[in-house]
């Protein structure tokens, strides 16, 4: 079992900035790709960005590419998204989620998901 809790969402104007965490527990972190996912009212949950566990290679969906960065440490267990130039519709929940191996796009690939932060930004 892996437990995943998000933190850092809230309210920001447009063109701010956050950070987002995921810290993980359970097995061994580092075996494990974490991904962000975001979900809008209405809208299918959508992959944002992804890194591998040994290997750190790292995905972005094309509508946060340049905008967003997300790194992991190992050693604190938790992997993090730099979210900057914010947007109105990047309004969503955020959404942090572990599998085996590599990162994938699809959610249906991933095996733990934490509860969701929610990130609104007001324009």
């Known amino acids: 079992q892996v437990q995943l809790v998000e933190s850092g969402g809230g309210l920001v104007q447009a063109g701010g900035s956050l950070r987002l965490s995921c810290a993980a527990s359970g097995r061994t972190f580092s075996n494990y790709a974490i991904s962000w996912f975001r979900q809008a009212p209405g809208k299918e949950r959508e992959f944002v960005a992804g890194?591998?566990?040994?290997?750190?290679?790292?995905y972005y969906a094309d509508s946060v590419k340049g905008r967003f960065t997300i790194s992991r440490d190992n050693a604190k267990n938790t992997v993090y998204l730099q979210m900057d130039s914010l947007k109105s519709e990047d309004t969503a929940v955020y959404l942090c989620a572990a599998r085996p191996g590599g990162p994938k796009f699809s959610a249906g690939q991933y095996d733990y998901w934490g509860q969701g932060t929610q990130v609104t930004v007001s324009s």
């Open positions: 890194i591998g566990g040994t290997t750190g290679s790292i």
